[in-house]
């Protein structure tokens, strides 16, 4: 781990991190550094970045590296040799030209997706890696500008897109009265106290896709289920502090969510189509709060679909009819081995079912996740030019029939969306959610 | 809490849901008064049109749409409506004079007297007590409390504006605490969870200085401690001081003025509370990572549980405290360190009673609902109950449910000897 591999890519200007290294100085990055070193880096910190043989395994698990031809800088053992082993070998003292590009690097170069960790011989948890060098970036106060303003989003309203208290409780009643044209006396239970469920969502639901609120509503009231939504801050399960590297407001707003389901006295709550949100729920904000695994019994939309089906609750008049494909969000199908559930799911649903490969926690990322489509559009070339083989498997897909995309996470939707206009796949793109709503029987 | 007056033994029926069922087209679900004699829900009255049944009679006044009945600590009820577009509360059935463009989240005083709810006008916010709405509003609010005697109420709000996207004036402080609309001078890069004195003089409130630095600003003025993390304030009962959890490099401990009052560090501290007393200080904590447990005056008690503790209630006398904790997939009550056998799907906060000696819980098995003291079971089988209330010589204990009764929905209120 000791050279720096020379990149092939220039850097984008990012407002967020050409300021923010602006006030850097040799003196106050090294005092941050090694302060952070000595507080969070660990042995795990120690042993992943002394561990690493330079094999190249995780090079042909990478779509930055497959997309750029195997570029060495683009594999995820060079991001590490970049980033955090330069920080652990010069032990923090890094200078401001070295912080920015780290963070360009950490932030927008890698999707913290985990496919590289299945290959390593050694189990290398890079994810962790560049979450630790996002982490000591987010000290320096050099972090990308459109995900630091959603973090700041989470810190003031617990909720990633700036929603205020009176627009959530006003989409409910909006899709709430939308629906009982459709659905006589439905309703969207606002602060039920005792409901055996909590449905939660993330952000853009009520900002730009409250129709999925109002399809979720539909599932419930067909399934005659007991559940509530919140009428009060707490009711977002997304999380980019957590990849700003912001563990402190992640915490915070993962408190908020857990509270606000146990002071409703909920049982479960059921999140929708979202794969980041239950690494955080699951998996990162949970531990950083002490609890091993969350307080409160957390179902993903997946899930949830399947059991409503198992359980005969949900009852689909037809099949979808256009040839689908799936894509397997890393958080649920890596994170959580949920592939087999959503295959379940889409062959109870659609008529043709036609696997894109590889697929299951072999699959792709969409380049989307770990916070990298939350970097806003200076970034979005590096990750349409970043995941060529994404577009590829896709191009695949739909060379063996497929028409349809279905993406059960919200990131994965933005960003197979760039992926199919961008390589002109004129492939649509679906949640399992929009099919279920469209087949399910009406009563 | 006002006080049940009625305190006969024996089961009275208040009121006949599947008469209500038939009556009108939709209902919510009921919420019953604290003295059980009153059962209320949102239901519709005619087309687009909206009130609150009470007992079976529908308010008079009816709405394009309400919700969030909910009863008062002295037993009045309310409800958020709306009419011609206006939103505002209605108290028993009158709706305050004043209307917002939206009004939400109604805080109730301690006392019973006071009412507050958040407003939104003209996509300005402010918070509203008693109908009288701040005359200044903000461009946003957040986290809001009223005074424990109704006399003052204070939020989180946004004093200085940026565009979305601008985390330059973001970080320069934009948010402060407005105190019966009047806003604190100094600004914080974020405020939370504001909390009053006890009488009502004081607010103290979660600060973040700058991305990395914690502490609590009391009537605007920030601690001179900071800490990497800092969780809800509460007064010292009866003073101007003030009690935090905050995160140290040993681990989370209570700090009180800015500086750690207690010995012990733990994995995490929560949802501190004062013992009657004024005295004793319990708290939520994690002993270590993945456990947890109550903590009083500092030491954590030896049971822990696996997933979450999170009710604390003291006992009038201040020397008993009872818990809601879960393990491994099951809620129980603890009391005094000591789990009930009994292991419920949910649990509601437990209630002592006023000699201290016993402990009562409303719990969740198998979808229905059942009412526990001293983890015995003495009511079962509710569709839907409601917290439990002691006798004032706690030998009697006053349950508030709906059972199915010979193919009836019934709401009932027993006096049950114990």
Redesign the interface.
């Known amino acids: 781990m000791s050279q720096v591999i020379a990149k092939q890519s220039k850097p984008l200007p990012d407002?967020?991190l050409d300021?923010g290294v602006e006030g850097l100085t040799p003196e106050k990055i090294a005092k941050t550094l090694q302060a952070m070193l000595k507080?969070e880096g660990g042995a795990r910190l120690a042993a992943y970045v002394n561990t690493c043989a330079h094999c190249g395994l995780c090079a042909q698990a990478c779509h930055f590296c497959l997309s750029h031809d195997m570029d060495p800088a683009y594999s995820p053992a060079g991001k590490v040799k970049n980033t955090i082993a330069q920080v652990v070998k010069k032990k923090g003292k890094v200078d401001a030209g070295f912080i920015r590009e780290a963070a360009r690097i950490a932030y927008t170069e890698c999707n913290l997706c985990k496919r590289c960790a299945m290959y390593c011989p050694f189990g290398v948890d890079v994810a962790y890696l560049m979450l630790v060098m996002r982490r000591m970036c987010?000290?320096l106060?050099v972090t990308p500008?459109?995900i630091?303003?959603t973090a700041?989003?989470h810190?003031?309203?617990a909720n990633q897109m700036?929603v205020?208290?009176?627009e959530w409780?006003?989409t409910l009643?909006w899709q709430e009265e939308e629906a009982r044209e459709e659905f006589e006396?439905l309703?969207i239970?606002?602060?039920?106290e005792?409901a055996?469920i909590m449905y939660s969502v993330i952000g853009p639901e009520p900002k730009f896709r409250a129709q999925l609120i109002y399809q979720a509503a539909a599932l419930f009231h067909a399934a005659g289920l007991d559940w509530t939504m919140p009428?009060?801050?707490g009711w977002d399960n997304s999380d980019m502090a957590m990849y700003t590297g912001?563990n402190?407001i992640m915490?915070?707003i993962k408190?908020a969510h857990y509270e606000t389901a146990?002071r409703l006295?909920?049982?479960k709550i059921v999140m929708g189509e979202c794969g980041h949100a239950f690494r955080s729920v699951h998996d990162m904000g949970n531990r950083w709060?002490?609890?091993?695994?969350s307080?409160?019994?957390v179902v993903h939309a997946l899930e949830f679909y399947w059991e409503l089906l198992r359980d005969g609750k949900l009852k689909l008049a037809k099949k979808y009819e256009k040839p689908v494909t799936l894509h397997d969000p890393c958080n649920v199908v890596r994170g959580r081995g949920l592939h087999e559930m959503a295959r379940d799911v889409v062959r109870a649903s659609c008529q043709t079912f036609i696997e894109m490969t590889p697929n299951r926690e072999h699959n792709y990322c969409c380049a989307a996740g770990g916070g990298v489509i939350n970097c806003g559009p200076p970034h979005k070339p590096t990750r349409v030019a970043g995941n060529r083989v994404k577009a590829e498997q896709l191009f695949r897909a739909k060379a063996d029939g497929a028409q349809v995309v279905i993406a059960p996470c919200h990131n994965c939707h933005g960003g197979l969306e760039d992926i199919i206009h961008s390589y002109g796949l004129n492939l649509e793109l679906k949640f399992l959610g929009d099919i279920l709503y469209e087949c399910m029987e009406k009563p | 809490m006002k006080s049940p007056g009625d305190w006969e033994a024996g089961k009275r029926q208040i009121a006949d849901l599947s008469l209500w069922k038939e009556t009108f087209s939709?209902m919510?679900?009921p919420y019953a008064a604290p003295d059980g004699e009153t059962l209320a829900a949102v239901v519709q009255t005619g087309e687009m049109e909206f009130s609150v049944c009470v007992n079976g009679q529908p308010w008079e006044a009816v709405f394009d749409?309400a919700?969030?009945p909910r009863f008062t600590p002295d037993g009045r009820l309310t409800a958020l409506v709306s009419q011609e577009q206006q939103w505002t509360l209605a108290v028993d059935g009158v709706a305050w004079e004043s209307g917002f463009?939206?009004a939400?989240?109604t805080q109730f005083a301690a006392n019973g007297q006071g009412l507050a709810v958040?407003a939104?006008e003209g996509g300005e916010?402010k918070m509203a007590l008693d109908g009288n709405g701040w005359e200044e509003g903000f461009s946003?609010?957040?986290d809001g409390a009223l005074a424990p005697d109704g006399s003052a109420c204070a939020a989180v709000v946004?004093v200085t504006s940026f565009s979305?996207?601008?985390?330059?004036t973001?970080k320069k402080g934009c948010?402060t605490v407005a105190v019966n609309g009047t806003a604190w001078e100094q600004a914080f890069?974020?405020c939370?969870t504001p909390v009053f004195s006890q009488d009502g003089k004081s607010v103290a409130t979660q600060v973040?200085v700058n991305?990395?630095d914690?502490t609590v600003a009391v009537d605007g003025k920030p601690w001179d401690a900071t800490f990497?993390?800092v969780w809800e304030p509460l007064f010292v009962p009866g003073s101007t001081s003030v009690v935090a959890p905050v995160k140290t490099?040993k681990g989370w401990t209570l700090a009180r003025d800015g500086k750690p009052c207690w010995s012990s560090f733990f994995?995490?501290l929560?949802r501190q509370r004062f013992a009657p007393d004024n005295k004793t200080v319990a708290a939520v904590c994690?002993p270590k990572?993945?456990r947890?447990t109550v903590a009083i005056d500092g030491n954590p008690w030896k049971s822990t549980f696996?997933?979450?503790v999170?009710d604390v209630v003291f006992s009038p006398n201040s020397k008993r405290v009872a818990a809601t904790a879960?393990d491994n997939?099951k809620w129980t009550v603890v009391c005094d360190g000591k789990a009930w056998d009994e292991k419920f799907?949910?649990v509601?906060a437990p209630v002592f009673s006023p000699d201290s000696g016993r402990v009562a819980a409303r719990a969740?098995v198998n979808?229905k609902?059942a009412l526990f003291v001293d983890g015995k079971m003495v009511a079962q089988d509710f569709s839907?109950a409601f917290d439990p209330v002691f006798g004032p010589q706690s030998d009697r204990l006053l349950i508030k449910g709906i059972k199915d009764e010979a193919n009836r929905l019934v709401y009932s209120r027993e006096v049950l000897v114990l």
């Open positions: 407002a967020g300021k507080a987010h000290k106060g500008q459109y630091q303003d700041h989003s810190s003031v309203t700036w205020k208290q009176d409780v006003d009643f006396g309703r239970p606002l602060e039920k005792g055996q009428a009060t801050p912001d402190e915490g915070r408190r146990m006295r909920v049982q709060l002490g609890y091993k695994s307080p409160v019994q | 939709y919510e679900e749409k919700w969030y463009d939206f939400w989240n958040f939104q916010y946003d609010m957040g946004q979305e996207g601008d985390i330059f973001f948010y890069v974020n939370w973040r991305l990395y914690y990497p993390c490099p994995v995490q929560l994690a990572y993945g947890w696996d997933e979450a999170w879960k997939g799907d949910m509601f969740i979808g609902q839907r």
